[in-house]
Each structure stands twice: as C-alpha cells, then as structure tokens.
C-alpha cells in the first residue's frame, strides 16, 4: 500500500482537512484532533497538542493501533476499526479512515463518547473522500512542490557533507 509520503497534499487541500479538524474539536467540545497516516506521522493537527508532542503522540498511537488489528486477527476478526482509550482526565478516540489514516480526538471526561463517536464518523467520511482524492491525483509529484530553495539548500549541505 502506497504511504503517505509519496503523497502530496496540496495546501488548499490540507486547509480544507485542518478546517475540518477544528470543526469536529468544537463540535466535540475536545482539547485536540489529529489525522495521521498507519505510520504515525502527523498530517493535520487542531488544539491543545504541539507539533512535537503531537509527533510522539501520532507515533505512539499508531502502534496501538497496529497492535489493536493484530489482536483481531488472533480473534478471528477481520479488523478492529476504532480504540476507545478512557484516562481518569483525558479520553483518546481513535479511527480509522479508508485503510490508510487514522482520526484521533482527545477530549476530556465532560464529553461523552456516543456524541464522539458520532461525529468522527461523519468526519471520517468526509476525509475519506478529500484523501481519496489525494491518492488519485497522479498529476501531483514531489519534485514538484519542494519549494527551489529548499532544493538549493539541500544540494549546498550535501555538497558541504561529501567536500574533499
């Protein structure tokens, strides 16, 4: 399956994901959401969590989540498709979108989970069609949206590293 680093996502594309992060944190009254790809590595991030902290977060989750499926397996199920996990502050909901991503929402014990549930379905569904898009769009490559200077920054520090 392809990952998401061989995906570009535009920047209209990923303000339409981020607007829709925050909308389902304030429909949800939670503290943060993410979306993030199988591999942990962070796509979009609304709310309370920083970048790095949302880093070590994405990673870490999408290894529960891995785990959670092999689980399954063992069980005879095809997949579990969400992970519940409840903290005596903090509450974690995370799943799954397509086969690729992963939602997660961080709220508080005020928030009910049924309402979390709800909502992140109808989230999901939305995002699966935006990524979905994403992974069709075959006219999008890397070397074309890697802004010049970066390049030319890259190349000098290469060319630094590899001097005689």
Avoid: P
Avoid at 99 to 115: C, P, R, Y
Avoid at 127 to 137: F, K, P, T
């Amino acid at each position: 399956m392809e990952q998401l680093t061989n995906l570009v996502i535009s920047d209209r594309e990923l303000m339409t994901i981020s607007a829709l992060l925050a909308k389902l944190m304030n429909d949800t009254n939670a503290t943060s959401t993410m979306l993030l790809d199988k591999s942990g590595q962070v796509v979009a991030v609304q709310g309370a969590e920083s970048r790095s902290k949302a880093t070590n977060l994405g990673a870490l989750l999408a290894g529960v989540f891995s785990s959670s499926r092999e689980v399954a397996r063992l069980l005879n199920e095809k997949d579990f498709r969400s992970i519940f996990q409840q903290g005596v502050q903090e509450n974690i909901y995370t799943a799954m979108v397509e086969e690729q991503w992963l939602l997660v929402i961080i709220f508080d014990k005020l928030t009910h989970i049924g309402l979390v549930k709800v909502l992140s379905k109808k989230a999901s569904d939305e995002l699966g069609r935006i990524l979905e898009r994403v992974r069709n769009d075959t006219s999008r490559t890397k070397s074309s949206v890697i802004n010049l200077q970066f390049r030319s920054s890259v190349e000098d520090t290469i060319d630094l590293l590899f001097r005689d």
